[in-house]
C-alpha cells in the first residue's frame, strides 16, 4: 500500500477484519489475511481455512494455484485420487503441498475438536467445486 508520499509500507489485516468473500467449499470456511481483494498483494493469498467437528470440504481443486497448507490446530485428512480413495493424515505442525488441478476432500478427523490449517497460495484463492461424494466412500471419515 502507498501513502500519500507513495512509500510502500506493511500492510495489516486485524484479527476479526478479515475478508469472508472468498472462495468456500461446503464446511471449510476460508477467511483471507492477505489477498488481492483487500491488500496490494498480486501474486499470494493467506489465509485461514476451519472445519467444525466432523465437517468437510465438499471435493474441489484450485485450479492453477500451488496450495501450501499448515496444520495449526487439529486432525486432518485430505482424500484425492480416484474416487477419492486415497489419503494422507496430518497434525498439529504438518505442512503440505497441493498441486494445481488436484481433485481433493479435505476433513476434520476429529468429532470434538476445530481443526484450523493456515493456507497460502498463488496467484489468489481459485476454488473450484466439484459434485459432491457421499460421506461412506471416505474411507475412516464420521460425522459423530
Not at 10 to 21: I, L, N, Q
Not at 108 to 115: Q, R
Amino acid at each position: 500500500m502507498t501513502t500519500s508520499t507513495d512509500r510502500v509500507v506493511p500492510v495489516v489485516t486485524r484479527k476479526g477484519s478479515e475478508a469472508a468473500d472468498t472462495g468456500q467449499s461446503g464446511g471449510a470456511v476460508r477467511i483471507s489475511g492477505v489477498s488481492i481483494g483487500h491488500t496490494p498483494a498480486t501474486k499470494i493469498w493467506f489465509g485461514k481455512v476451519s472445519n467444525e467437528p466432523g465437517y468437510r470440504s465438499l471435493p474441489h481443486h484450485h485450479g492453477e494455484a500451488e496450495t501450501g497448507g499448515y496444520v495449526l490446530t487439529g486432525i486432518a485428512r485430505i482424500y484425492f485420487g480416484e474416487n477419492y480413495s486415497e489419503y494422507i493424515d496430518l497434525s498439529e505442525g504438518d505442512f503440505v503441498f497441493v498441486p494445481p488441478y488436484m481433485p481433493h476432500v479435505e476433513v476434520n478427523m476429529s468429532t470434538t475438536d476445530e481443526l484450523v490449517w493456515l493456507t497460502a497460495r498463488t496467484p489468489d484463492n481459485i476454488v473450484v467445486n466439484l459434485p459432491d461424494v457421499d460421506d461412506s466412500i471416505l474411507e475412516g471419515f464420521s460425522r459423530r
